[in-house]
């Protein structure tokens, strides 16, 4: 039991801003204060639903800024990430020091939830301890996880396999997510640029086996220029083809796209992901997510990973996403970008109950301060975590009801040991 008090504004949706208290209970949002409930105090703090991080590599985060990775084409970038993979030696024991410095800097960064995409299954690396060692690091910090098997130039049979092994271990059964709602698993292809059509129809097997949801990267420059040269064809024509068009399915990037193309996704029921942070920087492009939103299509927003973007704080790239968005007009206001990281994201994964503040919604929120000189002549306050001091940390983060982060520190793990445990292993 816990209640948030005396907040300047609480954003509890799309569009619903008031001021007040939040009561937890249970794990979800109260109407109600219980009795004897902690209490965390919100006075001169925005309160908004936790952040929806959909589209992470967190594996990347022990491979930042490398040199022949920054500004340059995807045909230099892959074999450079490739060559530090290797030299690195992919395992359990790096993706959980990789995962547990991702999850950290997402919470501290006010991210509740993350989708990890992972593409790297070097020849005989522990596929199921992989992705263990991933779900333990998010785990042991208080995070959700929404475990992604990706595949990149994989064995169709093997990635399948993979796949089906790793939802027995993380969620036995069907459905795809935990008992608690704090692991999920889903299964996700790079993109026709990377995958054969094999690949996607073995891993939609699983996905409709099990009750998993699907993801892959479609549209940005690499993947329309690949499915051009190799099948003479538009990557979504293939998707849709492959059965890979589908209200279970997230489409992530999606820069190169007409009103067509718009209108087969919303068609389809499929949502997006838009990863600023990611696009401007490999040269692909502005995804047109005003238009994207406007067809009805559901959209969320993530970082992508530390090779391409070297920072997983979703607020810093909400704002780039709304800065930017003027680019393919029309412009999106700061509500609509916050709705995306929160609801938008939440609903690309097929969990409403996430990113929202309403009565039994999840217990996941942040406290963001707006009390300082960076929020000073701020008129709309809830507006200004993306326009004034887009790199602040939350005072407090709360996960199921549980506070992870208090007064800017994480509650269950130490940032020098979490940060030593990385460089100790990188260096090896």
Avoid: K
Avoid at 300 to 308: P, Q, V
Avoid at 318 to 346: C, E, F, I, K, N
Wanted: with cysteine; glycine share 14%.
């Amino acid at each position: 039991m816990l209640s948030v008090t005396g907040a300047t504004a609480v954003l509890e949706s799309l569009g619903v801003v008031r001021g007040g208290d939040v009561h937890l209970a249970g794990g979800v949002v109260a109407a109600a204060a219980a009795d004897a409930a902690e209490t965390l105090d919100a006075s001169g703090c925005v309160v908004t639903p936790g952040l929806v991080n959909a589209h992470h590599h967190l594996l990347q985060s022990a491979f930042r800024t490398l040199p022949g990775t920054r500004s340059v084409p995807m045909r230099d970038w892959l074999p450079a990430m490739a060559s530090a993979y290797a030299a690195a030696g992919i395992d359990p024991d790096l993706a959980r020091a990789a995962a547990r410095v991702g999850i950290a800097e997402g919470l501290l960064s006010g991210v509740t939830t993350v989708a990890d995409h992972h593409l790297t299954w070097p020849a005989g690396v522990d596929d199921v301890g992989v992705a263990t060692a991933v779900a333990d690091a998010a785990g042991g910090l208080g995070g959700r996880l929404a475990f992604v098997r990706g595949s990149a130039r994989d064995d169709p049979e093997t990635a399948a396999a993979s796949a089906d092994a790793i939802a027995e271990a993380l969620v036995p059964g069907t459905g795809g997510v935990s008992g608690d709602g704090m692991l999920q698993v889903a299964v996700g292809p790079a993109g026709v640029h990377s995958d054969v059509e094999a690949t996607f129809r073995l891993m939609g097997e699983v996905a409709a086996r099990r009750g998993l949801r699907r993801r892959t990267q479609s549209n940005e420059q690499v993947d329309v220029e690949v499915a051009a040269e190799r099948y003479g064809r538009r990557p979504l024509e293939l998707l849709e083809e492959w059965g890979w068009l589908a209200p279970d399915v997230t489409l992530a990037h999606l820069c190169d796209i007409g009103d067509d193309e718009i209108g087969r996704i919303a068609a389809s029921g499929a949502s997006a992901t838009h990863a600023p942070g990611c696009d401007v920087v490999m040269g692909w492009g502005v995804a047109p997510v005003a238009r994207l939103r406007d067809a009805g299509i559901a959209v969320g927003l993530g970082t992508s990973g530390g090779g391409s973007n070297d920072a997983g704080h979703l607020l810093a790239d909400a704002r780039l996403a709304m800065q930017v968005s003027g680019l393919r007009a029309p412009a999106l206001a700061a509500a609509d970008v916050l709705a995306m990281a929160t609801a938008g994201s939440a609903d690309g994964l097929g969990r409403p109950e996430l990113g929202r503040l309403t009565v039994g919604s999840a217990a996941d929120l942040c406290v963001w301060d707006v009390s300082g000189v960076a929020d000073a002549g701020v008129a709309d306050p809830v507006a200004g975590l993306l326009w004034a001091a887009p790199g602040r940390r939350p005072r407090h983060v709360v996960v199921a009801g549980r506070v992870v982060v208090r007064d800017g520190v994480l509650v269950s793990g130490d940032e020098r040991e979490i940060v030593g445990a990385l460089r100790e292993r990188v260096s090896r």
